[in-house]
């Protein structure tokens, strides 16, 4: 069973930076589908970022573009989020997510495999 934990989430001012880890454990599942989404109450679950290593492929989704960077450390089975820039409407829950797909999908739905969540609380 694929496990995932987060972290790094935390309170930050509007303007700073965070950046949420997700360790995938406990054997190597680098090559799977990976993904970052963000959730706050009483709104669904959406997208933010995501990659598929095996093809080199990623996305982002408009209001991160440009601000948000996700990565992959093989060596340590551990995704990354970079956050930069960060504003007040990027608060919520996130979650990493991982699945294995055989190509970059960015729906919550694609993937059946999640970690707890962190919390991002960004102040204005």
């Known amino acids: 069973q694929v496990e995932l934990v987060e972290s790094g989430g935390g309170s930050v001012q509007a303007g700073g930076s965070l950046t949420l880890s997700c360790k995938i454990g406990?054997?190597?599942?680098?090559?799977?589908?990976q993904g970052w989404f963000r959730q706050v109450p009483g709104n669904e679950r959406e997208g933010v970022a995501g990659?598929?290593?095996?093809?080199?492929?990623?996305y982002y989704t408009d209001p991160v573009k440009g601000r948000f960077t996700i990565s992959q450390d093989k060596a340590k089975n551990t995704m990354y989020l970079q956050m930069d820039s960060l504003k007040p409407e990027d608060t919520g829950v996130y979650y990493c997510?991982?699945?294995?797909?055989?190509?970059?999908?960015?729906?919550?739905?694609?993937?059946?495999?999640w970690g707890q969540g962190t919390q991002v609380t960004v102040s204005a």
């Open positions: 406990p054997y190597d599942y680098s090559d799977y589908c």
């Open positions: 990659l598929y290593p095996p093809a080199h492929t990623s």
């Open positions: 997510a991982a699945d294995p797909r055989t190509e970059l999908v960015a729906y919550p739905e694609n993937f059946h495999n």
